[in-house]
């Protein structure tokens, strides 16, 4: 077994075995630790990091205990998980290096106090877990964001952790969208702000790595992250395309072919589906030529 498959075995039996028997976004730290252990900091103490969010959840329970209501109200809640984790803490956004993967690490986010939007977003969750206060995970589009369901039929409300623990009217969000995608006036409809799976969110978290060790051209750490992707979702296109392309440059040819047409027969309207078929053409090209 290669140093690739016994990581990757490491990340189906921490992480892929509970993520595909049960959707429990409670878990989303634990396995966002697991997945900076396995692609980078082996000598990590899951149990014990945990440990120390969930004292931070437990702080804003004191303080609760003493300036709010009984029970508090959801945006008591959330001024107290704001003023904790951004006034006394300090976390804050990382805008200044906003795509090194280091964003990307929980246990890095917790050593230097600053994030991307999905790793601010589960340290937000899970204190609030902490705090007793449920939050849902929210894959909207280039930011990602957490909700709280209210009780009965009261709604809900979307909270951007980037951005201090704002929380997001329908114009804000509309605004968000609009700065992610400018002059392309994409309509707000609630499907950005349902429920993500705990197995989008580490696709996401995987994928974001994955640009970030492309751009750095660390290969074995972007085929890593590609593998861990398959992990959760064999039939994910970008990742089997990605797959047959890092096999193609590896020089493993004949199995490079196979997932390249895997990837079209998965997805036969890719927008770079006449691109990777000139790639299939050259190979076999190139295999006639023999």
């Known amino acids: ?7 990757v075995q490491d990340w189906k039996q921490s992480v892929v075995t509970h993520i595909t028997s049960s959707d429990d976004s409670s878990k989303l730290a634990d396995h966002a630790l697991n997945l900076a252990r396995i692609l980078a900091y082996p000598d990590i103490d899951v149990k014990k990091t945990l440990e120390g969010i969930d004292a931070m959840g437990q702080h804003v329970v004191q303080v609760l205990k003493k300036t709010a209501s009984s029970p508090p109200r959801p945006t008591q809640v959330i001024e107290g998980l704001n003023n904790h984790l951004f006034n006394d803490l300090k976390f804050r956004p990382n805008t200044d290096d906003y795509y090194n993967p280091l964003n990307s690490y929980l246990n890095v986010v917790l050593e230097r106090k600053a994030g991307i939007p999905i790793t601010l977003s589960i340290l937000y969750m899970r204190v609030a877990q902490g705090a007793g206060f449920a939050l849902q995970p929210v894959n909207f589009p280039a930011h990602f964001l957490v909700k709280h369901v209210m009780e009965g039929d009261n709604g809900e409300i979307i909270v951007d952790p980037f951005n201090g623990g704002r929380i997001m009217d329908d114009y804000a969000l509309k605004a968000l969208l609009e700065r992610s995608y400018p002059r392309q006036n994409i309509a707000l409809t609630r499907v950005f702000v349902e429920k993500a799976t705990v197995a ?4 996401r978290m995987l994928n974001n790595l994955k ?3 492309y751009e750095a051209q660390d290969m074995e750490k972007y085929e890593l992250a590609n593998e861990m992707v398959l992990a959760i979702d064999q039939y994910n296109p970008d990742a089997i395309r990605d797959k047959g392309i890092t096999l193609l ?5 004949e199995d490079a072919l196979n997932v390249l047409n895997m990837y079209l027969e998965v997805d036969p309207e890719a927008a770079d589906a006449d691109e990777v078929l000139d790639i299939i053409r050259q190979i076999r090209s190139g295999k006639s030529e023999q």
Not at 249 to 253: A, D, P
């Open 211 to 213: 640009g970030s060790y």
């Open 249 to 253: 440059k590896k020089g493993m040819v």
């Open 200 to 203: 989008q969110v580490m696709v």
């Open 1 to 7: 077994m290669t140093a690739l498959d016994y990581k």
